[in-house]
Every structure is written in structure tokens, then in C-alpha cells.
T-cell receptor, first 110, second 113 residues
């Protein structure tokens, strides 16, 4: 089993839709969790951190489920500009070396 | 402005040549990382450094070398021993020995002709 797994998609949704991605991780001692956004041929940029209590930033909500070992990202009222690849990043406890998922592609169409 | 810079943005190399990719940061971060990304693939770790004058191999270090003589700089050399070097190379930094987020440079796209 890969350390961090994501559905590669693409998720093809209309503007205004709500879409959710999940990311599963295998190391139960993982300590930190992030969602990054990567546009085509660009560097990844931090979208949001994921806390045990959940995290909301405008239309974006991230949650952590330690029992089932997954994190999620919910995007409400999708915009055309949300089209990108969303990378899940997990850092196992004690290693300080982040592990990246392969990313989930989102395409928002008019 | 604080950030990470990488140069050049695009690099073309003939087979058999070594090339060095530059990565500089003024964020005062201790840890720096080099990743490789191939089309449709995730980021794979080449080398990382948690502190000046120290670095460790990542998952795909063969054919690459690095140095960390200054805190701000972490250059990556792609040697002729790297069999398939055409890829997008990303440098990142982070506050050392922490679980904080990484910050990425804009990347260098290397093409071997």
C-alpha cells in the first residue's frame, strides 16, 4: 500500500458545484497534514493546513479523520479558477520528511 | 520579499553533460529539499538537507549530487549518470526539524536533447 493515496480524477464539475476529495495515509503516527494546490507547469502552493479540529477558509474546508486515516478537502461553490491539481501532503511522526500524494485533478467547467 | 528562487526557469542539456540547478532562499529556513516531478506524477524526493554542511539522499538520489555550504543555497547537479533527467525540478524549504509547511520555488524545467 502506498504511503499517501489520492484518486487522480479528473473530477469534472460545473461552476457552483460542491466537490470533495479524500486522501488516505498508511502511517498511523503521522503528525502533520496539508493540502497544496498546483497549477499546470507551476510550483505547488499551500492551500491549507489540516488540523484535528478541522479547518475552514472561505469556500474550502479540510478535515482529518485519524481513526480511518484520511484527510478530506471540500470545495463549495466551485469557480473556474479552482481548476488545478490538489496535492495531499502527510508527514510521518519523527521523520520530518513530507510524503506527497500524486494529486487529484479538478476541472471546473462553465 | 522573502521567498525561494530557482534558476534557470528552462534548461536544455545535451546527453553526457552535467548541469547545476540553482536554489536560493531568504526565509532563514534550515531545511531545504529537491524534488523531481514527471508528467502526471507526484513529487519524488531527490535530496534533502536539515542543516548547513549536511544532506541526505531521498528516494531517487542516483545520478544527482548536492551541496549545502550556505544556509541560503542548495544547488543540485544533474550528472551524466542520471539516465532520464528530463523533468520538472522543484526546490523547497521549511523551518528545520518541524512539521510546518514547505515553501516551493518556481521550478526548473530540464530537457535533455
Amino acid at each position: 500500500r502506498k504511503e499517501v493515496e489520492q484518486d487522480p480524477g479528473p473530477f469534472n464539475v460545473p461552476e457552483g458545484a460542491t466537490v470533495a476529495f479524500n486522501c488516505t495515509y498508511s502511517n498511523s503516527a503521522s503528525q502533520s497534514f496539508f493540502w497544496y494546490r498546483q497549477d499546470c507547469r507551476k510550483e505547488p502552493k499551500l492551500l491549507m493546513s489540516v488540523y484535528s479540529s478541522g479547518n475552514e477558509d472561505g469556500r474550502f474546508t479540510a478535515q482529518l479523520n485519524r481513526a480511518s486515516q484520511y484527510i478530506s478537502l471540500l470545495i463549495r461553490d466551485s469557480k473556474l479558477s479552482d481548476s488545478a491539481t490538489y496535492l495531499c501532503v502527510v508527514t510521518p511522526g519523527g521523520s520530518y520528511i513530507p510524503t506527497f500524494g500524486r494529486g487529484t485533478s479538478l476541472i471546473v467547467h462553465p | 520579499d522573502g521567498g525561494i528562487t530557482q534558476s534557470p526557469k528552462y534548461l536544455f542539456r545535451k546527453e553526457g553533460q552535467n548541469v547545476t540547478l540553482s536554489c536560493e532562499q531568504n526565509l532563514n529556513h534550515d531545511a531545504m529539499y529537491w524534488y523531481r516531478q514527471d508528467p502526471g506524477q507526484g513529487l519524488r524526493l531527490i535530496y534533502y538537507s536539515q542543516i548547513v554542511n549536511d544532506f541526505q539522499k531521498g528516494d531517487i538520489a542516483e545520478g544527482y549530487s548536492v551541496s549545502r555550504e550556505k544556509k541560503e543555497s542548495f544547488p543540485l547537479t544533474v550528472t551524466s549518470a542520471q539516465k532520464n533527467p528530463t523533468a520538472f525540478y522543484l526546490c523547497a524549504s521549511r523551518i528545520g526539524s518541524s512539521y510546518n509547511e514547505q515553501f516551493f520555488g518556481p521550478g526548473t524545467r530540464l530537457t535533455v536533447l
